[in-house]
């Protein structure tokens, strides 16, 4: 059974300061991690995806992915109060539903 | 612009009928997929289908069926609606075999039994 682990929050962050959000998942063979951003009542909606390890920066996120400890992670900088959403981890295996794994999010909350 | 779109943004059903939900994509996806999202328990596979009139079961398919007609179109069918299926309901569509492609998400349909 492949699982992808968030921790579920409230994550409260004061605005300005940086977001920090984890995700690990169980299947080694995962090849490819998806962060998705889904605000209350709203579908999920992609903001970055990562293949190698290392960072990958796109504006005021950074993904940053550790395929040895199976960790992937998402920093917001300089949080708005529009940041505020739940943030699901994805990641793709390969094989069966040819479809993404995804954790439950964790819920991110930017005090103004 | 990709799009994923569903046939309603909010239903409201009695317990015993029988509902469809539409799934319409314009990005000639092979795999489609459906989708039940509630508090606490993250999204929740329920079908999903790789080709024309090919579907296949996700985590919780009971009470549940699929039909795919059309390569663009996936439908979700709730023979007999129970309470226990109010929630909200999303379809998404992805290439096939791809580890760099995303999943595309339609908006959603909050359905509510009663």
């Known amino acids: 059974q492949k699982e992808v682990e968030q921790n579920s929050g409230p994550l409260s962050v004061p605005e300005g300061a940086i977001a920090s959000l984890n995700c690990t998942y169980s299947?080694?063979?995962?090849?490819?991690f998806f962060w998705y951003r889904q605000y209350s009542g709203k579908s999920p909606e992609l903001i970055m995806f990562?293949?190698?390890?290392g960072d990958k920066e796109d504006g005021r996120f950074t993904a940053q992915l550790n395929k040895a400890s199976q960790y992937v992670s998402l920093l917001i900088r300089d949080s708005q109060p529009s940041d505020s959403a739940t943030y699901l981890c994805?990641?793709?295996?390969?094989?069966?539903?040819?479809?993404?794994?995804f954790g439950k999010g964790t819920h991110l909350i930017i005090q103004p | 612009d990709v799009k994923v779109t569903q046939s309603s943004r909010y239903l409201v059903k009695r317990t015993g009928e029988k509902v469809f939900l539409e799934c319409v994509q314009d990005?000639?996806?092979?795999?489609m997929f459906w989708y039940r999202q509630d508090p606490g328990l993250g999204l929740r596979l329920i079908y999903f289908?790789?080709?024309?009139?090919?579907?296949e079961k996700g985590d919780i398919p009971e009470g549940y069926s699929v039909s795919r007609e059309k390569k663009e179109r996936f439908s979700l069918i709730l023979e007999s609606a129970s309470t226990n299926q109010t929630s909200m309901y999303l379809c998404?569509?992805?290439?096939?075999?791809?580890?760099?492609?995303?999943?595309?998400f339609g908006p959603g349909t909050r359905l509510t039994v009663l």
């Open positions: 998404a569509s992805r290439p096939r075999q791809g580890a760099r492609y995303e999943q595309f």
């Open positions: 299947d080694r063979g995962s090849q490819s």
């Open positions: 990562i293949y190698s390890n």
């Open positions: 994805a990641v793709w295996s390969g094989g069966g539903a040819d479809g993404l794994t």
């Open positions: 990005m000639d996806h092979e795999n």
């Open positions: 289908s790789y080709d024309v009139k090919m579907k």
